[in-house]
């Protein structure tokens, strides 16, 4: 004869006589079901019952095995001296074999095949199971429609799960709840597993979702019949229930009000450059400057910092600060070339006090620093009284498009020259 695993049973017996019967009985059990008879038993016991009519023994069910019930002696209410049982032609033993339930776990891998095994984490209100933490690039997550190469693409960067049956019988049969943090719970069946791990697909709309997730077994069975349930209220979770959450991987943008917009990612020395972090805040952020990395944290989602070096700056990474594990992003395509502000020097940029004679000339030299183009706008004032700090503008002139270093201003009035405005190929002073 043969059960399931903790499935109970009764071996019908033929007695004779005024019961109830006192009966002995062997129990030889082997722990491997495929040991010959004649071998050593693991375990023998004499057991003694108390049988009424109809006359029944109980046989175990609790451990998978071979058992053998050996009949040895009975007695009734008449005959109270136990009697053995050898007549000719009787049948006095039994063999029972128990077959272990078809015990499942489900396991998460990533794409690798590596087992993907987080901590505690936020969803999980059952403290024996896996948790899981996947970070989701945007363009990982799953399309709205149901475009099947869309599907696949987002598919392609989910973790595996999958069911691992202990040694049994296949093909297997299995029941998986699928319970969202918020929302209807659904079920997927998984039939006919040929083998002893098998992957379960998760339906669309579930797959590649940001959200929180908790997957368990709620029943398996193999091919002789015999099930397994996984009872949560029992605390019964050697299904191996996985937590698992979907988060979005941080994105940042350029502040459309900020030089970091610009198009040519060419910003000045004094610039702010401003991001807009969106996702799950805080974030951790990775950045160079001139080849110098560094790293802050940001609880806004306006990320800021000062140019005030010219050089090279690049955002590199940003990552959620609070994921079970890391979950970033990485950028190639904010860096910046900081360029220093063009500076131009009248004379040799001292105070240079000159008289000048009537008929005479003056050649005010000017120096520029920075990349040509250059423009720049040069005044000329009246000569400042004591009483007077700021002298009127007594004549404005504005270069443009000079290509050269240098130039001079030739003059013969009398005034304070000086330089109000400077622009070259990439920044200008004051600025706009």
Do not use: M
Not at 60 to 66: D, I, L, Q, S
Not at 273 to 292: E, M, V
Request: proline share 7%.
């Amino acid at each position: 004869a043969a059960s399931a695993e903790t499935v109970a049973g009764l071996l019908p017996l033929g007695l004779s006589g005024a019961g109830p019967w006192r009966v002995e009985y062997f129990v030889d059990y082997w722990a491997d079901d495929t040991a010959q008879s004649d071998s050593v038993p693991d375990r023998s016991t004499l057991r003694s019952a108390l049988v009424l009519d109809p006359a029944v023994l109980p046989i175990e069910g609790r451990a998978p095995g071979r058992y053998h019930y050996r009949l040895s002696t009975v007695s009734d209410e008449r005959y109270t001296r136990p009697q053995p049982i050898a007549k000719p032609g009787d049948v006095v033993a039994v063999e029972h074999t128990v077959t272990r339930s078809p015990a499942a776990v489900l396991r998460a891998y990533s794409k690798d095949g590596k087992p993907l095994v987080g901590n505690g984490g936020l969803f999980n209100r059952r403290s024996r199971s896996q948790s899981v933490t996947h970070c989701l690039a945007p363009g990982q997550l799953a399309p709205t429609s149901g475009e099947s190469a869309a599907w696949a693409r987002a598919r392609d960067h989910l973790p595996e799960f999958r069911i691992e049956f202990s040694p049994g019988h296949p093909p297997f049969d299995a029941w998986v709840e699928v319970l969202p943090a918020s929302g209807k719970t659904e079920v997927v069946e998984v039939l006919a597993i040929p083998g002893h791990s098998h992957p379960v697909v998760l339906p669309d709309h579930v797959a590649s979702r940001i959200g929180r997730y908790h997957l368990r077994l709620l029943r398996t069975r193999d091919a002789l019949g015999c099930e397994h349930r996984y009872d949560s209220s029992a605390g019964d979770l050697v299904g191996g229930g996985i937590d698992i959450e979907y988060i979005e991987a941080p994105t940042v943008r350029p502040a459309s009000s900020s030089p970091a917009s610009r198009p040519d990612r060419s910003v000045c020395v004094g610039d702010i450059l401003a991001f807009d972090l969106r996702g799950l805040g805080p974030w951790s952020i990775d950045y160079l400057y001139n080849n110098a990395r560094r790293s802050t944290t940001a609880t806004k989602r306006l990320f800021r910092r000062i140019a005030d070096v010219p050089g090279n700056f690049t955002l590199s990474r940003v990552c959620h600060r609070n994921a079970a594990n890391d979950c970033c992003s990485e950028f190639d395509d904010l860096s910046y070339a900081v360029n220093d502000i063009p500076r131009i020097r009248v004379g040799r940029g001292v105070d240079v006090h000159q008289d000048i004679l009537e008929g005479d000339l003056v050649h005010i030299p000017l120096y520029l620093t920075g990349r040509p183009p250059f423009t720049f706008t040069w005044q000329r004032r009246a000569l400042a009284s004591e009483s007077n700090a700021k002298s009127k503008v007594l004549e404005s002139h504005t270069v443009k498009d000079l290509d050269a270093y240098e130039y001079t201003i030739t003059t013969s009035s009398e005034g304070t020259f000086e330089v109000t405005f400077v622009q070259d190929h990439y920044c200008q002073y004051p600025k706009a």
